[in-house]
């Protein structure tokens, strides 16, 4: 949920009356926050993505908007598709106040994308469904700066995690990286040792909740996806 609206059609609409593509989007949507910077840095930031193809969107969305543009729109979005998606569900209110205290204790070392959206003021007329998406996606943040760091502590590099995953070569594709492809055997059990050790980091932002609350987060969370999933996208 947490990188939803990034591919959400209305999102990408916004994108393309800026003058910028859906792939160009996807990348300064996240990227953006980091300010003027090159393209290198963008794909050092994001890691998943081949960097030949974050510079394609980075370089492209350059021409027609600044950083700092693409990052108020992103923010924005972001609060527009909570308000669209979780307005509905009865607890989103309890979903704010357990998220609030782990993202402020997150420790953002190593994780430039998860502190600069954290840093990104909220308006503070926000809704709490508004604010619940932006939780959402600083934790989205916060677990892939942390996945990124376990990948590379694992010998592996960002292709190799892509190919060993559910989505395998098509996912490779999608994120830039093109072929010959490494064999996946051999990859699958490190996946498992990185999905592990990204567990581990992430874990003591938690601890700030009682053991009550973590599973009461657990069920918010569920109740949570299985409403997005089975809401109907919402008119332009």
């Not at 996807?26 to 193809?53: K, M, S, W, Y």
């Not at 502590?153 to 190919?163: D, K, N, Q, S, Y």
């Not at 093109?178 to 990185?194: A, D, E, I, M, Q």
């Amino acid at each position: 949920m947490g990188s939803a609206f990034i591919e959400c059609p209305r999102t990408l609409r916004q994108a393309r009356q800026m003058g910028i593509s859906g792939w160009a989007f996807f990348v300064t949507g996240r990227g953006a926050v980091l300010g003027d910077v090159r393209a290198e840095t963008v794909a050092a930031a994001i890691g998943i993505v081949a960097p030949d193809a974050v510079a394609d969107g980075w370089d492209t969305a350059a021409e027609v908007a600044k950083p700092s543009e693409v990052a108020e729109v992103s923010r924005a979005e972001c609060c527009r598709w909570g308000i669209d998606y979780l307005a509905g569900l009865p607890q989103t209110g309890r979903l704010v106040e357990l998220l609030t205290p782990v993202v402020a204790a997150a420790d953002a070392a190593g994780m430039p994308l998860f502190a600069a959206w954290r840093g990104l003021p909220v308006p503070a007329d926000a809704a709490p469904a508004a604010r619940a998406a932006v939780l959402l996606h600083l934790l989205y943040e916060y677990y892939s700066g942390a996945s990124l760091m376990a990948v590379r502590a694992a010998g592996m590099t960002p292709m190799e995690i892509i190919l060993a995953g559910p989505e395998g070569e098509s996912g490779a594709v999608a994120y830039g990286w093109s072929p010959p492809y490494p064999p996946v055997g051999p990859l699958v059990r490190r996946r498992l040792w990185v999905e592990s050790v990204t567990d581990r980091i992430v874990s003591p932002a938690f601890g700030l909740l009682g053991a009550e609350e973590r599973v009461e987060l657990v069920g918010l969370l569920g109740g949570a996806l299985t409403s997005v999933r089975r809401s109907p996208s919402k008119p332009d």
